[in-house]
Structure formats: C-alpha cells, structure tokens
C-alpha cells in the first residue's frame, strides 16, 4: 500500500521520513548507501505486506543482472541501521521475501504464504548461439507466471544460475527455497521453435504437468508468444491444483485464509447445484481468517452476483456486490482479479464505461490472463461490439484450449449479436448443463434461422421445467446490454420462438 507520508514513520528506535529521503535516529540521520535505502523505501511503501525477493530486486535493481547475495547483503545493510539484530522490524518469511513491521502493522493479522515457483534457465539442446533466445523464452514464461500474483516467483537472475540438468532437482530446491520448479529444454533450428516443459513438485520431486510444443514458419516469434502464454496459464492452473490438494490434505481447523480461498475457487469452478453457496461459505470463512484479504472480498461479490443471478439479481444486491468488489480493489489494487470482479459487477450494475476501464486495468495488470480476455470480449458484446469480442475471445481460447464451458456461453452471445445465429448454435449446443437462459438463447438462435420446430422444442422444455420463468423478461432485463437496439435484437429472436 502507499505511504508517502508526511511524517517520518517509526521503526523501532528509529523512524524513517520518506518524503525527507532520512533515516532518523534521535532526530540524527543514519547513515544507509543508496539500494540500501531504496530497499528500506520500497518495503516502507508496503509496509505490512510480504514482498517477495523477486520484487525487490526488480525494484532496487531495475534492469541490472544481480545475485539474491546483493539483495541479502542490502537487508544485512538495512538491519545493521535499524538496531534489528532480532529482525523484529525486517522480516524474513521464509520462500518468499521480507515483511516490514511497524507499530501500525504489528497487530494486523498477515497474509498466509504463497507458493513459490522457480523457472529454471533452460537447457538449450541446439547451437550454442542460440541460448539468448532461449534463455528469453523462459525469462518471458518466468515474467508472465509472475503476473498471476497467486504465486511467489523467484527472480530470472537467481533461478538462472543453476541450469537444469547441471545439479539435481533437490539442489535446486535446496537453494532456491522453492515449492514448484518449472523445467525445460527448447530449440530453434530451420526456423522451427521447439521446446518441452515440465512443471515438478518441490517436495516430492513429483511431475504435475508437462507439455512439447513445436512452431514454425516466418511467424515463428508470434507463435514463440502464444506458446508462452499457453504454458503460462497451465502452469498456473496446475499450481493451483496442487496446492489445493496439498490443502485438503489438512484438517478444516487448520486452514489458512488462502487455502479457504482455494478450496472456495475450487467449488465456485463446479457446475453442481450447491457449488456456489459452499463457495460463498468457504470465502466467508477466509474472510473471518483474514478481513483484509482483498481477493477473498472479490470473489465473495461475485459468488454474490451468481447466486442473484447476475443480470437477474435485485439491484441492491448487485449494489452490494459493486461496493463489495471496490473494498477489494481498495485493498489488493495490483491484484488483476480483484479488478475483473469489480469490471463484471459494474457491469451488471449497468455501469459500462466503468466496467470497461477495470477490465482494461485487470489486462494490464496481467495480459497473460485468458478468463480476463474472455471477459473482456464478453463486456464488448454487452457494449454492441461483437466483432471486437470475437477477437479477444478467439484469444483466450488460443491461449488457453482447455477452457470452462463459459467461454462458449460467452462466444454464443457475441455471435448472436454479430448474427451468426449457426454459430451461435453450434457453440451452445456444446454445452452440457441445461438452464432456462441458455436454452432460450439457443431457441432464439434456432428462431433467427427459421427452424420453428427447434425453436418450440426447446420453449416446451422451458415451460415444462421451468413454469415460472419469463423468456421474454430475461430477454429486455437479465442481460447487460448497454444500447436498446442489442436487447430489441434479443427479444426480436426470442419473440419469434415464442410464436414457432
């Protein structure tokens, strides 16, 4: 969080005036060398979070190649000044970086450890020339991974220092402190990339994932990119997997606020008829473990908004969710998701414009994230943009083939709008559960491309199963058009199967 104070901020004997540029001690400066007193900087601005050492490296070091030692020796430097032989005031918490505690943030509960992720450098199995392009192809994966903020990264030019092959897997472990280790070898030869990745448990030296991939021809580097991005968010959902089944491993009594939000993601993914309330349990109860977990707030709001129904939901209660969701940005501005969450509950609160500029901040929080792309293609076709949406949904399947079914409720919906009614057919018919609103889409689709028979079919089935739900009021309210003329061209299909 921010503290550019206007006052000196204590720690402990001493107190340190941020916006002076002093470390005080008796009202007489201490003297600190310049990244020693960027690292005190950077960790006053956060006070009270953990930061991870990839983080302050970066920050201390912006673009220089340095060894964790330099980063050990700045907070040596930053303690010897700070009288904190104890590390009272600098913490370390083991596998990820350093916590800064001051008298404000002593008393405040902290957050439960992220997993940490190592990228190895690389064994690159063709010409010796080549090694800047793979080494760049794994430092690109380490930064795109790094960009979930649900995991720890160690930094490139830490990892990097041991190349995969050259010690064993267990002397990695040992030295990097690392709960996962991404491996790989890759290869450019006759303008074909390839390249093979594994992602290992630490603990067990288990392999939870691994992939080859293969590109070629003169888009050789575009394709490079959508690979990375690929490997990005199986890796991070395979770290998800996995710490999730570390976690359910322990007693309930013993679960952190982190590991409740797993266990409520994990539910909240489900399509079982009480998914969503367990879901909202389970992010309750992380609440109650930690009431500041931004996250945790974001996803409670939109479990929220899924149990109302979202476009269906009682404009207090999406009201409620919007507040709910701006509380979570307020407290986790850089987390990505927390901004989503607040782009699709403003949303839903008919607030476009404000929903779209929190969906651009979640992308540039994280670019790599393809449920944000395909979310944003969804906020395209609420704002009579389809063909907007289909490009950012069609990437979001590239980079993540293995996709929820939402994906093609989303895709089913902008090629509606677009008019591609058989394509919208298709994309629905895909889809396993059946509810009221999604079939009525589809007998919309069927109506707009003049099967009547299909059309009643599925209008019999809503009627039958479903006697109290209004096609026709779902049409003009239950979606988040931003324009009259998109909700007239969903109630002009629906009209139709109506009368089929």
């Not at 003297?31 to 006053?44: C, I, M, N, V």
């Not at 109302?308 to 709910?324: F, K, Q």
Request: charged residues 25%; contains cysteine.
């Amino acid at each position: 969080m921010a503290r550019e104070a206007s006052h000196a901020l204590p720690l402990g004997a001493c107190s340190f005036d941020l916006a002076r540029g002093l470390l005080l001690r008796d009202g007489a400066a201490v003297p600190l060398r310049p990244k020693a007193f960027a690292l005190l900087s950077h960790l006053a601005r956060n006070a009270g979070r953990v930061v991870g050492k990839s983080e302050l490296i970066e920050a201390v070091w912006p673009g220089v190649f340095v060894t964790e030692d330099s980063l050990t020796q700045a907070v040596r430097e930053v303690r010897k000044a700070l009288a904190d032989d104890a590390q009272k005031i600098v913490r370390t918490i083991a596998r990820r970086g350093y916590l800064l505690i001051t008298p404000a943030t002593a008393a405040g509960p902290h957050p439960d450890p992220q997993p940490t992720v190592a990228v190895l450098r690389f064994a690159n199995t063709r010409r010796a020339e080549d090694a800047p392009l793979v080494d760049g192809f794994a430092e690109d994966i380490a930064g795109g991974l790094a960009r979930f903020r649900r995991v720890a990264v160690v930094a490139h030019n830490t990892s990097f220092a041991i190349a995969d092959g050259a010690a064993d897997w267990r002397e990695a472990v040992r030295r990097l402190a690392c709960d996962y280790l991404v491996r790989g070898r890759a290869a450019f030869a006759s303008g074909t990339l390839t390249a093979s990745v594994s992602l290992l448990d630490a603990a067990s030296g288990a392999m939870l994932w691994s992939a080859d991939y293969e590109a070629s021809g003169e888009r050789v580097f575009d394709v490079q990119q959508e690979i990375m991005l690929k490997i990005i968010n199986r890796l991070a959902a395979r770290i998800d997997d996995a710490t999730l089944a570390r976690a359910m491993a322990k007693p309930t009594a013993s679960l952190e606020a982190y590991e409740l939000l797993l266990h409520g993601l994990a539910r909240f993914r489900g399509y079982g008829s009480e998914d969503n309330d367990v879901a909202r349990e389970l992010f309750t109860r992380a609440l109650e473990t930690d009431p500041g977990y931004g996250l945790a707030h974001a996803y409670l709001a939109l479990v929220d908004l899924a149990i109302g129904g979202y476009g269906e939901a009682p404009a207090e209660l999406v009201a409620a969710t919007v507040d709910r969701a701006s509380h979570a940005v307020t407290l986790a501005p850089e987390e990505p998701r927390c901004h989503r969450v607040l782009a699709m509950t403003r949303l839903h609160a008919r607030e476009h414009e404000a929903a779209e500029y929190h969906m651009r901040r979640a992308l540039d929080l994280n670019p790599c994230d393809a449920d944000t792309m395909a979310q944003m293609g969804y906020l395209m076709t609420m704002r009579g943009r389809p063909f907007e949406a289909l490009a950012w949904l069609d990437r979001a399947v590239a980079v993540n083939p293995v996709h929820p079914d939402w994906y093609l409720y989303d895709r089913a919906t902008a090629l509606y709008a677009a008019g591609d009614y058989q394509g919208a057919v298709d994309a629905l018919s895909k889809l396993l559960i059946r509810t009221p609103w999604r079939l009525t889409r589809l007998a919309a689709c069927h109506a707009q491309l003049g099967d009547g028979g299909a059309a009643r079919r599925l209008m019999a089935e809503i009627a039958r199963n479903w006697p109290d739900y209004e096609p026709l009021s779902f049409g003009r309210c239950g979606i988040a058009f931003e324009h009259a003329a998109e909700v007239e061209h969903m109630l002009e299909g629906i009209g139709k199967a109506l009368e089929a």
